[in-house]
C-alpha cells in the first residue's frame, strides 16, 4: 500500500481552477520532487495536501496511510504525520521557538495517546536537532520566526520537521532565499531525516537542493498538470532545457 | 443605565452568603468555599502553596482574614474597611478620600455614599510586605450592586503587592460595580495592585451582565515612590476603569499594564491617566486590548504633563487585536504636555489573527482553538510578565476560557 496516493485531484483557489486533475503514488522510504515553472500549482499542491482550507477539492481522492486526507482538519493531518515546510514561515510574536514546538510535539503526542514531555525533557531533544542544523540555542528563546532572516526561517522549518518526525514531509520552495551554506546545511539536514518509513516530497524549481537531496523520482508540474515523470535524470535535463518545451508540449495537449 | 432598576446595598444575612467573620477558613460557610473551587479558585490551596493572605469579600461585607498573625508580627495592617475604622482610625481618617474625593466623579460619590466594606492595607516603614495580599469578590445575591473600598496606604520605604481577582455567577439582571481604589505611596514606597477579573460578561445575545465602572487611582505622594497597576479584564457586560497615577513625588514612577477583553456584546472603555506633577518623573503604559465576536474594545489614555513637571518621561504603547469582522477596537490618547523638556513616546497597532498565522499553527498539531488561544498569550505576554505567577497561570486560562466560540 502506497504511503500517498492522489487520484485526479482537481483544487480552486478564489474559483480559478489551479490543479486539474493530479495523479501521485508516493510510497514511504521515497523522495519524490515537484518541479515546474511559476504558476503551475506546486505550492496548491502542497497547501492542499497540508489540507489549508482556502484551498478547495472539488474533485478527486487522497488516502494518506490507509485513510482519507481530504476528511482531514489541517491539525489531523498534522498529528497523522504530515508535516510541511512552508514557503514563507510566519511570526508569532510573544511566542518562543522553544515553547511553540514542544507545544506542536506534545498536541501530536497526545493525539496518539503518548506521554507529553515537559520543558526539562525537551531540553535534550530540541538541542540535537539544533546542533544538527546549526542554529544558535539563543534564537530558540525568541518569538517565532520574529527577527529570523529568510534562511533562518528556513532552517527553523527543518528543525521543526526534525522535531517532530513526520511520516510525510512536504517542503514548499525550501531552497528559495537561501545563500549556499544555509542550502547546504538545510539539505543535509532534510537528507538525514531519509528513511525507509519515511516519504518526502520536495518542492521546487532549481535543480540545486536536489544535488543534495537526490530524488527517486522527479514530476514536472506544468498548468496544473503532471506532465512528465522521470528519474533524477529528468532534473538535471530541465537544468539545461528549462521548462519551455514542456510548457509548448502541454499548452498543445490541453482540450480547447 | 437604569438606576432606579437597582438596589444599591446587599447586606449581610439576606441571602445565601455567609457572614461570620471567624480567624480561620474553617468557620467558613462550606457552600462559599464550594462555589471558590468551582471557579477553579480554591482558597485552600492559596493558603498552603502561595502563602497568600486572603480576605474574602462577599456582598460588601468581609468574611475572613488569614495570617492576621504574621502580617501583625511586622506591623502590617490588612483587614476588612469596616475593622479599620474600629482600630485604626487615625490612619484611615488621614487618608480616606485623598486620592479619590467623593466629588471626583458620579459612581465615586455612590460609592462614598454607600460603601459598606472593602479591604484596608497599612505597610509601616521598611517593611517589605513577605506575601502577596489578596481579596475576593463575589456579587452574590441578583440586583445588588457591589460598592466596596479599598486603601492601601504604604509608608515610607516599604513594599506590598496586592491582587484583587473577581468572579461571580450566572445572574440575568444587569448589576453595578462601583468599587473605588486608592493607593498611596510614600517616599521610596512601592505598590504593586494586579486584578484579574472575570464578572458575569452577559449572554451570548449581550443580555445580562455586570457594569463595572471602578475609580483606581494611586498617588505617588513621596520622592522615589512607584506605584503599578496590573489588569487582565475579561468580563463585565460593560468596563469604565481608567487606573490612574498622579506622579506627585520627584523621581516617582507610574506603570500601567492592561489586557483587555471583550466577546459577543461586551463593552470596555478602559485605560489609565498618568498625571506629571513632581520633577524626573517616569510614566509606562502597556495596553493590549482584544475584541471578538460584536465587542467593542476602547482604550482611552491621558498623559498630562505639568507646568512644573521637568524632565518627565512616558512610554505609551497601545496594541488592539481584533478576531473576526464584527468587532471594533477604537483608541483615544490625550497627551497634554506644559512643559518642554519632557519625552514622550507612543506607539500603536491594529492586526488581526491572519488565516494564515492559524494555518500555521495548526498545520504543527494544534487545533484551531489552541491556536488563537496561543497567538492571544503571545500577544499579552508583555502584560502577564508583570502578574504575580498564580494570577499570570489564571490570566492565561481565563482568556482561553472567554474567546470560547470566537474562532470561525
Given at each position: 500500500m502506497s504511503l500517498l496516493e492522489i487520484k485526479n485531484l482537481h483544487v480552486k483557489v478564489d474559483n480559478h481552477e489551479i490543479l486539474k486533475g493530479i495523479n501521485l503514488r508516493v510510497n514511504a522510504g521515497e523522495v519524490h520532487s515537484i518541479m515546474g515553472p511559476n504558476g503551475s500549482g506546486k505550492s496548491t499542491l502542497a497547501q492542499a495536501l497540508a489540507r489549508r482550507e482556502t484551498y478547495a477539492v472539488t474533485t478527486g481522492e487522497v488516502s494518506y496511510n490507509g485513510k482519507d486526507l481530504l476528511a482531514m482538519k489541517p491539525e489531523e493531518a498534522a498529528c497523522e504525520g504530515i508535516f510541511m515546510a512552508f514557503q514563507y514561515p510566519v511570526e508569532i510574536p510573544g511566542i518562543s521557538n522553544a515553547y511553540f514546538l514542544r507545544s506542536a510535539f506534545n498536541a501530536i503526542h497526545k493525539y496518539r495517546g503518548l506521554d507529553e514531555i515537559d520543558a526539562i525533557d525537551f531540553l535534550p531533544l530540541f538541542r540535537e536537532k539544533l546542533k544538527l542544523l546549526d542554529m544558535d540555542e539563543k534564537l530558540m528563546n525568541r518569538s517565532v520566526n520574529?527577527?529570523?532572516?529568510?534562511?533562518?526561517?528556513?532552517?527553523?522549518?527543518?528543525?521543526?520537521?526534525?522535531?517532530?518526525?513526520?511520516?510525510?514531509?512536504?517542503?514548499?520552495?525550501?531552497?528559495?532565499?537561501?545563500?549556499?551554506?544555509?542550502?547546504?546545511?538545510?539539505?543535509?539536514?532534510?537528507?538525514?531525516?531519509?528513511?525507509?518509513?519515511?516519504?518526502?516530497?520536495?518542492?521546487?524549481?532549481?535543480?540545486?537542493?536536489?544535488n543534495y537531496i537526490v530524488p527517486d523520482f522527479v514530476h514536472v508540474l506544468v498548468d496544473g498538470r503532471i506532465v512528465r515523470s522521470g528519474g533524477p535524470e529528468l532534473a538535471l535535463e530541465l537544468e539545461e532545457k528549462g521548462y519551455g518545451a514542456m510548457e509548448t508540449e502541454a499548452r498543445h495537449a490541453t482540450p480547447a | 443605565m437604569e438606576a432606579q432598576g437597582l438596589s444599591p446595598l446587599g447586606v449581610a444575612g439576606e441571602g445565601a452568603s455567609g457572614t461570620e467573620v471567624g480567624t480561620s477558613l474553617e468557620e467558613l460557610d462550606p457552600e462559599i468555599l464550594r462555589t471558590y473551587e468551582k471557579l477553579g479558585i480554591p482558597i485552600e490551596e492559596q493558603k498552603h502553596l502561595a502563602g497568600v493572605a486572603v480576605d474574602a469579600v462577599f456582598d460588601s461585607v468581609s468574611v475572613a482574614t488569614t495570617f492576621k498573625e504574621k502580617l501583625a508580627e511586622l506591623g502590617i495592617v490588612f483587614c476588612s474597611f469596616s475593622e479599620a475604622v474600629q482600630k485604626h482610625p487615625d490612619l484611615v481618617r488621614k487618608y480616606l478620600g485623598s486620592v479619590v474625593p467623593y466629588t471626583d466623579n458620579f459612581f465615586a460619590t455612590l460609592n462614598a455614599a454607600v460603601f459598606t466594606d472593602g479591604s484596608f492595607v497599612y505597610v509601616p516603614?521598611?517593611?517589605?510586605?513577605?506575601?502577596?495580599?489578596?481579596?475576593?469578590?463575589?456579587?452574590?445575591?441578583?440586583?445588588?450592586?457591589?460598592?466596596?473600598?479599598?486603601?492601601?496606604?504604604?509608608?515610607?520605604?516599604?513594599?506590598?503587592?496586592?491582587?484583587?481577582?473577581c468572579t461571580a455567577p450566572?445572574?440575568?439582571?444587569?448589576?453595578?460595580?462601583?468599587?473605588?481604589?486608592?493607593?498611596?505611596?510614600?517616599?521610596?514606597?512601592?505598590?504593586?495592585?494586579?486584578?484579574?477579573?472575570?464578572?458575569?460578561?452577559?449572554?451570548?445575545?449581550?443580555?445580562?451582565?455586570?457594569?463595572?465602572?471602578?475609580?483606581?487611582?494611586?498617588?505617588?505622594?513621596g520622592v522615589n515612590s512607584k506605584i503599578s497597576w496590573t489588569q487582565v479584564e475579561t468580563g463585565s457586560a460593560i468596563t469604565w476603569k481608567y487606573p490612574s497615577c498622579i506622579l506627585q513625588g520627584e523621581n516617582s514612577v507610574g506603570e500601567f499594564y492592561s489586557v483587555a477583553l471583550t466577546n459577543n456584546y461586551q463593552q470596555a472603555d478602559t485605560g489609565t491617566k498618568m498625571i506629571h506633577i513632581g520633577k524626573n518623573t517616569r510614566s509606562t503604559i502597556v495596553a493590549k486590548g482584544i475584541s471578538a465576536g460584536h465587542g467593542q474594545n476602547t482604550y482611552r489614555g491621558q498623559v498630562k504633563i505639568m507646568k512644573g513637571a521637568t524632565g518627565a518621561r512616558n512610554y505609551t504603547q497601545c496594541d488592539s487585536l481584533l478576531i473576526g469582522d464584527k468587532c471594533g477596537a477604537h483608541t483615544f490618547p490625550y497627551i497634554e504636555v506644559r512643559n518642554s523638556t519632557a519625552r514622550m513616546e507612543h506607539e500603536a497597532s491594529t492586526s488581526k489573527i491572519g488565516e494564515d498565522q492559524l494555518f500555521y499553527l495548526r498545520q504543527r498539531g494544534l487545533n484551531a482553538e489552541d491556536a488563537v488561544s496561543m497567538i492571544v498569550n503571545g500577544f499579552c505576554k508583555r502584560v502577564f510578565r508583570e502578574l504575580p505567577m498564580e494570577f499570570a497561570v489564571?490570566?492565561?486560562?481565563?482568556?482561553?476560557?472567554?474567546?470560547?466560540g470566537s474562532v470561525g
Open positions: 520574529e527577527g529570523f532572516s529568510g534562511g533562518e526561517k528556513k532552517r527553523n522549518e527543518i528543525l521543526q520537521m526534525a522535531v517532530l518526525e513526520p511520516k510525510l514531509a512536504i517542503l514548499d520552495e525550501t531552497d528559495s532565499g537561501l545563500d549556499i551554506d544555509a542550502l547546504r546545511i538545510v539539505a543535509q539536514g532534510v537528507d538525514a531525516m531519509r528513511n525507509p518509513e519515511r516519504a518526502i516530497v520536495v518542492v521546487t524549481h532549481y535543480q540545486r537542493l536536489l | 516603614k521598611g517593611v517589605r510586605c513577605p506575601m502577596e495580599l489578596s481579596t475576593y469578590f463575589r456579587i452574590n445575591a441578583a440586583n445588588t450592586g457591589q460598592f466596596e473600598r479599598t486603601l492601601i496606604v504604604a509608608d515610607e520605604g516599604s513594599y506590598v503587592s496586592y491582587l484583587e481577582g450566572i445572574r440575568d439582571e444587569n448589576q453595578l460595580h462601583a468599587a473605588v481604589v486608592e493607593l498611596i505611596a510614600l517616599d521610596n514606597a512601592q505598590i504593586k495592585y494586579s486584578t484579574v477579573q472575570n464578572w458575569y460578561p452577559g449572554d451570548k445575545e449581550g443580555k445580562g451582565g455586570i457594569y463595572n465602572f471602578v475609580t483606581k487611582r494611586g498617588k505617588c505622594l489564571e490570566a492565561q486560562k481565563l482568556l482561553g476560557v472567554s474567546l470560547e
